[in-house]
């Protein structure tokens, strides 16, 4: 298996224009997260989806930040418009679904994949 | 509420020393418990993680974690750390049915020649 395969692994635009991340699960993981890392706030969950539904986007900063699933093996996270305070590394991991098929459970380990760092100008 | 706080955001030792990493965690429910590394331009990997059944838990490379309740803590320990152990190290937490982890800040472990 390849793991979680992001693209692109590094990204540098300038403030204002529009960036967009994307995610290939595990293949069979049915659960995804995209985390934001940066220094003076270390790892936040932004958003995941359960099954390619959203469940929780509280960590979503603002309205500038969007995130889909289509389809269980694409995920996007899209900034418009970016800003200087978006450059970060954005991970995406995905985890397999827990005992019973679908029950979610926060035993699970989820898999990273190797981020995207986003420089805004 | 969850939450994780690592004690020592860097730690140096000697090659061959002992590692003890520290993490302790607040939750309201049993918890589940992990530890994960990152190497440089790279994303994490699990080292090892607690789910309720044996408190100490083995993990890769070496490494070793002892959950205690009474100290709400979960540190992470290796007997003789190796140069290839240098990178940041997380534990994170995940409670009843939440399919989230919280995070702690990072310890970042430096190995010396």
């Known amino acids: 298996d390849a793991g979680v395969i992001q693209s692109p692994r590094h990204e540098v635009t300038e403030m204002g224009q529009e960036v967009t991340l994307r995610c290939k699960p595990i293949s069979g993981h049915n659960s995804l997260f995209w985390y934001r890392q940066t220094m003076m706030r270390g790892l936040e969950l932004l958003i995941y989806?359960?099954?390619?539904?959203?469940?929780?986007d509280s960590g979503m900063p603002e309205d500038r930040f969007s995130a889909k699933m289509p389809n269980a093996s694409f995920s996007t996270l899209k900034i418009q418009p970016s800003e200087p305070r978006d450059s970060a590394v954005y991970f995406c991991?995905?985890?397999?679904?827990?005992?019973?098929?679908?029950?979610?459970?926060?035993?699970?380990?989820?898999?990273f994949g190797a981020g995207s760092r986003l420089t805004v100008l | 509420a969850q939450s994780v706080t690592q004690l020592g955001s860097h730690v140096s030792v000697s090659e061959g020393a002992l590692v003890l990493l520290r993490c302790n965690y607040s939750s309201s429910v049993p918890p589940y418990l992990f530890w994960y590394v990152q190497y440089p331009n790279q994303g994490l990997q699990l080292l090892l993680k607690?789910?309720?059944?044996?408190?100490l838990v083995k993990g890769i490379n070496g490494f070793e974690a002892e959950f205690k309740k009474s100290e709400t803590s979960f540190h992470l320990t290796k007997p003789s750390a190796h140069m290839s152990d240098a990178a940041e190290y997380f534990c994170?937490?995940?409670?009843?049915?939440?399919?989230?982890?919280?995070f702690g800040s990072g310890t970042q472990l430096t190995v010396l020649p």
């Open positions: 607690y789910t309720s059944a044996a408190t």
């Open positions: 991991a995905s985890s397999s679904p827990g005992r019973g098929g679908n029950l979610v459970s926060g035993a699970n380990v989820l898999t």
């Open positions: 989806f359960n099954n390619n539904v959203p469940i929780d």
């Open positions: 994170a937490v995940s409670s009843g049915s939440a399919r989230q982890l919280t």
